[in-house]
């Protein structure tokens, strides 16, 4: 029993949890508030920290996640099975949420546009500028660096 990762076709999230929860198996994807602009006005509103990648319990099988509407893969190790979640890093997001279940993020995301920055490593050390944001594709290299060695076919991304 372990958790997996299964990656869901574009926007299609709230669909294949209701679709794997369905099939008796229990899921999470963390929420976190994101301010963005509208018609030229700031709106917070509720997004998924890791869009398109919904953390799945597998106790038994799991060859039906991958045929699940909604799902466009299942990430595998290089032996083809499910890749395991580290242990601990679902309670540390589960430990961050709110009381209405948005994951607050630590300080480095939690920066609003337009803050001042200063560059603390890298070439670019002592740089200063001003803070544009972390991309939903940024916040999946995160996900996926703390998996480790993941395999995916170039159709399913």
Excluded at 67 to 86: D, E, H, Q
Aim: charged letters at 25%.
């Amino acid at each position: 029993m372990y958790w997996g990762i299964a990656v869901t076709h574009p926007q299609s999230e709230k669909k294949a949890i209701g679709h794997l929860e369905r099939q008796g198996f229990e899921c999470y994807a963390p929420r976190f508030r994101e301010i963005g602009v509208v018609a030229g006005r700031k709106v917070e509103r509720s997004a998924f920290l890791f869009p398109r990648y919904v953390f799945v319990f597998i106790q038994d099988g799991w060859y039906e996640i991958k045929s699940t509407i909604g799902v466009a893969a299942l990430l595998v190790n290089n032996m083809s099975v499910p890749a395991k979640v580290p242990v601990g890093v679902l309670g540390e997001l589960k430990g961050r949420e709110d009381s209405d279940g948005f994951v607050q993020l630590p300080q480095h995301w939690s920066r609003k546009i337009g803050d001042r920055v200063e560059i603390k490593d890298g070439q670019f050390k002592g740089l200063r500028g001003i803070y544009k944001g972390m991309t939903s594709r940024q916040r999946e290299v995160v996900l996926l660096d703390a998996l480790g060695k993941v395999e995916l076919a170039a159709t399913d991304l």
